[in-house]
């Protein structure tokens, strides 16, 4: 028994082999595991070999047991042998060992230990795009007319007309341009399946990563203005979904002049300004009447103590000492709304025998100045471009991204470098892995001291 798709895999892992195996078989993907398809009394060696030779690509099940399996390194090599296609499919977050990384450098990996549905979809829709190429190369390959049977010789030649000698070369000829024919329409035919591919699996994903993805993978698709409308969207969904200032600022940074809601990003960040203008205005007020009533409590409550306190000579003044007093209270009054030392001391200045002497000592002694430090609102937009080498295409981009987040520190001196995205530029096993990534630099103002008193 063989199928399409041979599954190479350590006997360790056979657990989640099997659960990868049916999830394939269940999108109607036929696959060959040794532990389940070789029958008992046949050679385990020659059935593997079989195995791989009539089938179309081979999965390895990737992790720290198959890193060190000697079998599954056989069943590597004898794939680039047979010419198979060759996907890792990692299990684990294990870096291949030197024995797979000639093997294996150029290969795309799927990730299996992340998003579960996302990865087995993106395997399923690999496959038959591997699957589809194959079968339209080997039906033009089975179309192609047969080259023409050499000329027979002299001597068995009929004898007829000079003229009648071109008929090989003319059906020579046209075999030739049917086969030209031929393997251009096949090969148009298979850049539009595999653009139409790249394309389903990026919808299926629907993120801002896929759809650059696919514009990274195929810049002249057919999908590629659609692409870059997907991708606006989604930006402009994740800032009406924050609905704050700092997120609107960031959309309209990463489209620039291209975004389709830069009229609607700009209202937004002008309403939730004027949103919070108002509620500090209402605080503001909110706080100065309440100041106002606890300043004419404190002034009822120090007046009624005073009348009980005072002697009856006292509580017999004329006319010109309850208006002393009653000066005396409005300019306590004014100093508790304006709370600040000097009003302090010139109530203790004018009214140094005053009932309310020891309160306004007390919060004169609160008085301190502090300093208020204000951050620009304004960001600007900064980008730099990484590039990192490895033992692999994961490490070589991972050193890249450090890279780059280092040269946009680099890029905003005295202030706060803040990541925004990256986007992969290409890699090679020679020149490593050089990635672009965006960012942004907000600066910081100066420092300012302002009086605080209670």
């Known amino acids: 028994m063989t199928a399409p798709i041979f599954i190479s895999y350590s006997s360790k892992d056979r657990a989640i082999t099997e659960t990868i195996c049916s999830a394939l078989e269940n999108r109607g993907i036929s696959c060959w595991m040794s532990s389940r398809d070789i029958g008992p009394g046949e050679n385990f060696q020659e059935s593997i070999i079989r195995a791989i030779r009539t089938a179309s690509a081979m999965v390895i099940v990737f992790s720290g047991n198959s890193n060190n399996s000697d079998e599954v390194k056989k069943e590597v090599a004898l794939a680039g042998q047979h010419k198979l296609v060759v996907v890792p ?124 993805g696919y514009l990274h993978d195929e810049p002249k698709g057919g999908h590629a203005e659609e692409a870059d409308l997907r991708i606006d969207g989604l930006e402009w969904d994740a800032a009406v979904k924050l609905n704050t200032v700092a997120g609107y600022e960031t959309y309209k940074q990463i489209e620039g002049q291209h975004g389709r809601h830069l009229a609607e990003a700009d209202a937004g960040i002008d309403a939730l300004n004027a949103a919070a203008k108002a509620a500090a205005d209402a605080a503001a007020a909110k706080a100065q009447q309440a100041a106002k009533a606890q300043a004419a409590a404190n002034a009822q409550q120090a007046s009624q103590a005073q009348q009980q306190t005072a002697p009856p000579a006292q509580q017999q003044n004329t006319g010109s000492g309850q208006q002393a007093n009653a000066a005396e209270e409005a300019d306590f009054r004014h100093a508790l709304e304006l709370h600040s030392s000097a009003e302090y001391r010139n109530f203790l200045a004018a009214h140094g025998s005053s009932l309310h002497v020891p309160e306004i000592r007390q919060r004169l002694a609160s008085c301190q100045m502090v300093k208020a430090s204000a951050t620009v609102a304004q960001k600007t937009r900064i980008q730099a471009t990484g590039r990192g080498t490895g033992g692999n295409r994961f490490q070589a981009c991972q050193a890249a991204r450090k890279d780059g987040m280092s040269r946009l520190d680099a890029q905003c001196p005295g202030g706060t470098a803040a990541w925004l995205r990256n986007q992969p530029l290409g890699f090679s096993p020679s020149d490593g892995c050089s990635i672009m990534v965006f960012g942004t630099c907000a600066a910081r103002g100066s420092q300012a001291e302002t009086e605080r008193c209670r």
């Open 89 to 212: 499919v990692r299990v684990e977050d294990v870096v291949p060992a030197e024995a797979f990384q000639y093997e294996l450098a150029t290969r795309q990996w799927i990730d299996m230990f992340g998003n579960w549905e996302h990865a087995i979809e993106r395997l399923a829709t690999q496959i038959r795009t591997i699957l589809v190429g194959k079968a339209a190369h080997e039906a033009a390959t089975d179309g192609a007319p047969e080259a023409a049977q050499p000329a027979a010789p002299a001597r068995m030649r009929a004898v007829g007309p000079q003229r009648s000698s071109a008929l090989p070369l003319m059906v020579a000829a046209a075999a030739l341009i049917a086969a030209s024919v031929g393997g251009v329409y096949w090969w148009k035919k298979h850049q539009l399946a595999q653009d139409g591919d790249a394309w389903a699996a990026a919808e299926l994903q629907n993120s801002v990563a896929a759809y650059q």
